[in-house]
């Protein structure tokens, strides 16, 4: 397999050797850098592992959006059809694969973008850390609870740079005012905390909730669906389990909830200082669940330990709450609390993960705070399918209380896929 890096031979080093000697500039201009030229050293071997859908997006965004100067060294994805549109754009330095572990190998590929559905977004996040590569992962960070700890944990323990595809909370980072509010957040000066934040529709609800009426039928040409699969259980094939419609199905997401909710409340837990920690109760309006397939649902409650509490309504089902928005600020303190929240210091803004590539700071959209933002989807959906409110232990992780809720936020992959 090619990758393993550059290899000189005697003939190209007797060959420098001589061209030093008598005087000669051996060094091409790119090396050196300048105007114009980014030096090899300042160059990242970039995959892309999941070329459908958001794809493309999600790998162009390494140099555009990240500042990151990348060489497109491989593709892969399950589809044939997709992995060679991929490597087409990509160009003639670019290798395919249909197994996302021959990618990972790849000693000179450094920086990975995954954009699979999200039952595969753990493993091979863990396995891209493992490996030494640093990650841009897109959203929702996982499939499951026990998952996103898991992600956690392996970039902590590989010291990696690990970045959520979700942006929101830079744009928050670098706003005055709401630094104030999260100072204001992470102090606990708020004795309960009054505050709430509430938001209305924008989730597509309605868009990803899943259809019964779903045939069986032959695996496409191309396509390997056991690999598809993977550490999901293995189901008859149908069109709309692969593609964007795999949003339907408990196997591979989480309906809207799961497909929006990171983008809407990543900068939302950062604004209120909850990106490192979850709420203690969880309340959910909605009618019965299936046990295959995503649906609607009205209103979820999210409820903290401090008191702030998050409100979702889809509107696209049932009763609306009658709730709204409560602000919070410095002013409602008192003058001597003031003067301790004054005292403080300020929040600095949010790592872009390209900076963090290269100064290896830890990435704005982190892991752990990555996965307090998925845990909240996690858990509406838990408290959707379970039809009834839930109470959460955020240091543990676990469902208090709740045997069959547990098994929904611990589910067990397809044999031989494991954590």
């Not at 996965?371 to 009834?388: K, P, Q």
Request: glycine share 12%; hydrophobic share 35%.
């Amino acid at each position: 397999m090619a990758g393993s890096g550059h290899r000189m031979t005697r003939r190209g080093f007797l060959a420098g050797s001589a061209a030093t000697a008598a005087g000669l500039a051996v060094v091409p201009r790119h090396v050196l850098g300048g105007q114009g030229n980014v030096p090899p050293s300042e160059t990242f071997g970039a995959a892309l592992i999941g070329c459908g859908g958001r794809g493309g997006g999600t790998f162009s965004d390494l140099k555009g959006k990240h500042g990151l100067e990348t060489r497109a060294l491989a593709m892969c994805d399950v589809h044939e059809g997709r992995l060679e549109a991929a490597m087409k754009r990509a160009g003639s330095s670019c290798e395919g694969y249909q197994d996302f572990r021959r990618v990972v190998e790849r000693r000179d590929i450094e920086v990975i973008a995954i954009a699979t559905p999200p039952h595969w977004h753990a493993l091979i996040s863990i396995a891209c850390m493992e490996a030494g590569k640093d990650v841009v992962c897109e959203k929702p960070m996982t499939r499951v609870i026990a998952e996103g700890r898991a992600v956690v944990e392996a970039e902590r323990r590989y010291g990696r740079i690990f970045q959520v595809g979700t942006y929101g909370r830079f744009g928050m980072s670098r706003s005055e005012h709401n630094q104030q509010i999260r100072k204001l957040m992470l102090s606990g000066l708020l004795k309960p905390c009054q505050g709430r934040y509430f938001s209305r529709g924008g989730l597509k609800v309605k868009e990803w909730s899943g259809r019964l009426d779903l045939a069986p039928q032959p695996v496409p040409d191309g396509l390997d669906w056991d690999m598809y699969c993977g550490p999901s259980p293995l189901k008859p094939y149908t069109p709309l389990r692969h593609g964007g419609t795999h949003r339907w199905f408990w196997d591979y997401e989480g309906g809207g909830l799961a497909d929006m909710g990171q983008h809407k409340l990543d900068p939302i837990t950062y604004l209120f200082g909850k990106d490192g920690t979850a709420p203690v109760e969880i309340e959910a309006h909605a009618p019965p669940a299936h046990p295959e397939v995503t649906g609607m649902w009205g209103w979820i409650k999210f409820t903290y330990a401090d008191g702030f509490q998050m409100v979702l309504e889809s509107g696209e089902w049932g009763e609306p709450t009658g709730l709204s928005s409560q602000a919070v600020g410095p002013d409602t303190l008192s003058p001597e609390d003031r003067k301790k929240f004054d005292a403080l210091p300020d929040p600095e803004p949010c790592v872009d993960f390209g900076e963090a590539v290269k100064t290896r700071r830890k990435a704005g959209g982190h892991a752990e705070a990555a996965h307090r933002t998925a845990c909240l989807m996690h858990l509406a959906n838990i408290a959707i399918r379970t039809g009834r409110k839930i109470r959460f232990d955020p240091e543990k992780e676990i469902v208090l209380g709740d045997d069959e809720a547990n098994r929904l936020a611990y589910q067990p992959m397809r044999a031989p896929w494991h954590l």
